[in-house]
C-alpha cells in the first residue's frame, strides 16, 4: 500500500506531534501553463469534462426547472473554470474563485472567448474572486451569500486542511442545495502502478511526487473519508462517477482506444457502472443534504 492510501483517517485530520506537518494549500500560479496543457491539452482533459458535463448539467436543467429560475453556483479552486462558463452561458449565475490569479486569468479569456462566439455574451453573469476559499466569507456581497450548486472539483487533495471544506459548504449551500464534489482517488495510484510494475513506488512508503511540477497530489483523501465527512454533515449522494475508468490504464492503444469519440462514449458508459467507476482516477460525487 502506498503512503497515501495508507494514511488513516486521524492522521490525514491532526497532524503527527513528531511530524510536524508543513502542508500548506497550494495554489497553481506557478504551473498554470503546464497544467493545462497537460490536465487539458488532451483526451485526458475531454473525459474529465464529458463526464462532469453529464453529471452537472443534467442536475442544473432538472433543478432549475423546479425552482423556476437560473441556480446561483459557486466553483472554488476553479481553476480554468469550463464546467463553470458553460453553466454560465446556460442562463445560470456563477461565481468563481481561485487562489492563483494566473489561473483565473486563463479562465477570464476563456470566458471572453466563449462570450464572443455566444450572442449572450453581454449576459453572462459571473463573479470572479481571486483568494483563497478561505476569504471568500468576507469578501462576497453578503457573507451568509447562500448557492444552489457548490463545485468543488480537485482542490481537496491540494489543501492543507481538506475536511475544512465542508464547514464551508454548510454554511453556503441553501437548505435544498448540491454539492459537486470531484476528488482525485488515490486507489488509482495503487492500481495503475501495478498495472505498470512499478512495485517499487507501491513499496516505497516515503514516497512523494516531490517534482514541483508534478500534478499527482502528495496528500489525495480516499472515497471512504470523504463519504464519512458527508455523512457526518447529513448528505445524500445523490450520484457517483468514475473519472478515467480505463484510459489512463491501458499501456497499450488497440482497437477503439486509436479513436477518442469511442474513448469518450465508453468512459461515459463505465462512469456509472460498478465495480468500474469505483477506479476512476478522480471521483465525482453530487450529494445534498434534502430530506
Ligand atoms: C487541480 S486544480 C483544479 C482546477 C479545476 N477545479 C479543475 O477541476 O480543473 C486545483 C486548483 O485549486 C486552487 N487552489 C488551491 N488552494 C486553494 C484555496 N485555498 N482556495 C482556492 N483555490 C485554491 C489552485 O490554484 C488550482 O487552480
Known sequence: MNH??????NQAITPSINQPDTRTDRSFDAIADHFEKKVY???KGDIRLAVLRRDIFAYCTQMREIIGRPLRILDVG?????????????????????ISSNMLEKAQANAAQCGESNQDNAKLAINWYVCPYQELEEKLASNTEKFDLIM????LEWLAEPVAVMDFFNQHLTENGALSLCFY????????????GNFNLLDNTEYKAD????????????????????EAHHYQTILASGL?????????KRGGHNDPEAVIRMELRYSQLEPYKWLGRYLHILATRQA
Open 244 to 252: 478515467r475508468v480505463f484510459h489512463d490504464y491501458s499501456p497499450l
Open 152 to 155: 468543488c472539483h480537485a482542490l
Open 211 to 230: 517534482n514541483k511540477k508534478s500534478l499527482t497530489p502528495n496528500h489525495p483523501v480516499a472515497k471512504e473519508e470523504v463519504e464519512s465527512w458527508l
Open 185 to 196: 482517488n488515490p486507489a488509482s495510484f495503487d492500481y495503475r502502478n501495478l498495472i505498470m
Open 78 to 98: 476553479a481553476g480554468l473554470a469550463q464546467i463553470a462558463i458553460e453553466l454560465a452561458i446556460q442562463g445560470h449565475e456563477l461565481i468563481i474563485n481561485d
Open 41 to 43: 491539452g488532451g483526451l
Open 4 to 9: 497515501e492510501s495508507s494514511q488513516s483517517v
